[in-house]
């Protein structure tokens, strides 16, 4: 056999729909797993009968790579990365090209970057989303490093990639760790969408006693709409129509309330508060999540706060599509993207990564979990002004927060009263008003960091550092 277009280091369910992907357009390609049991496998199952070989070493599996070579690694983030760099490197030669297709810390990734291309070896950092359906069908792809390396796995990439209307879901990104930068605040963003999602539903179930049926239905309502249609809307109305097989009820209501959060949720709000970036409705969803977790302090919290709990109140009617409901989650979506992308920008600007918002929106708009309509709106808010600082300043955007904020306002009031925590739309909220504050409480923070510490006031009226003796 002639030598194969692609290799893949890793046979996890992504790598392995990855590779099939590659194949079914028309890349030949060899695995490597580190248990050769798991590579015999995999050919002897999904990937018989296709143009795909296996290699019994990184040796073998090198030697049977076209140059220049392109290897895609789908393994652990972290030190597995750095071992099957150090242990594959000795078996490459100048311009073959390394991919990490996984979620790794984007720092290091700028430093891989950096140091591979030092030994004259091409390296991508590539944010991958989509899940594993989305790895086998096409998923959306935010690939990082040098143009260089970038322009060396276009083609391919572009066949691999989810398709819309505009073109393929995958672009050069920027150098170094911008890839896997995007690919975290992509994650964050789903952080957020999820738990609004979750708030809506407990909601609709504690306010109104709805059942997964009459909630499924609402959210199918949503999907018909510009502002809400969305992969996430759609799962989440599929989640409350399954039943249990064992007693016909709701499965979700047996499934147990907590839920983690691995690296890239967290890392989007670390990366926030370092660059600050006021990021509220992500972080009250990774919050939400660390809550979750503690499962047994909130059990014994229940039994021993009262409090007030006024029930009902109006969260709308299915014949209205719970119409304040419906803006609350369509504000906080909103608000979750904003919050990202104005990441992005502030991170483009800091590690001088030159990010184009509308391509980022663009490549979301397919295959990866945050895709939705809304995306097509924001694409064109960046494209007519490449320079906006936030969503919330694009016309369309501003329309929509003036029309829906009362709604907002109303179900984060109604929910405060009947005790039921709404993390994501409360910081929506605050957000949102701080947005339209101009003038803020913190001159009165300043006034007590000059009394206590001496560190001195500017003045609205004067220029210069002004310091008071506050204290007689
Ligand atoms: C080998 O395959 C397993 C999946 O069975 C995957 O988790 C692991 O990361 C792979 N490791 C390497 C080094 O190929
Ligand atoms: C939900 O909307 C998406 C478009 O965002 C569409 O592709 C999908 O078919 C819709 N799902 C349902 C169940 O109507
Ligand atoms: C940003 O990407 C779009 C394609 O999505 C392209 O049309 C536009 O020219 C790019 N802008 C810059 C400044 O490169």
Known sequence: MSKAHFGLIGLGVMGENLILNAERNGFSSVVYNRTY????AFLAGRG??????GATSLQDFVNKLERPRRILMMIKAGQPIDDTINAISLYLE???LLIDGGNSLYTDTERRVIELEQKRFGYIGMGISGGAKGAL?????MPGGTRQAYEDVKDLLYKMAAQVEDGPCVAYIGPRGAGHFVKTVHNGI???IEQILAEAYDLMKRVDGMNGEQMAKILDAWNETEELSSYLVEITSACLKTKDPGDGSDLVEKIVDKAGQKGTGLWTVISALEMGVPVPTIYASLNGRVMSSMKDERTLGESIFGGPIVLPFDIGNPSNNMQPLEDACVLACMASYAQGLALLVEAS????YNLNMSSIAQIWKGGCIIRSRLLKRIQDAYTSNPSLTNLVFDPWFTKQINKRLPGLASVVAGASKAGIPTPCFSATLDYINSYRTSRLPQNLVQAMRDCFGAHTYERIDQKGNFHTEWIQ
Request: no cysteine; proline share 4%.
């Open 137 to 141: 069908e096409g998923p959306s792809m």
């Open 48 to 53: 018989s009968g296709k143009q795909i070989i």
């Open 349 to 352: 600007r800091l590690h001088e």
């Open 190 to 192: 789903e952080y957020g």
């Open 37 to 40: 049991a798991k590579t015999e």
């Open 94 to 96: 100048e311009g073959d």
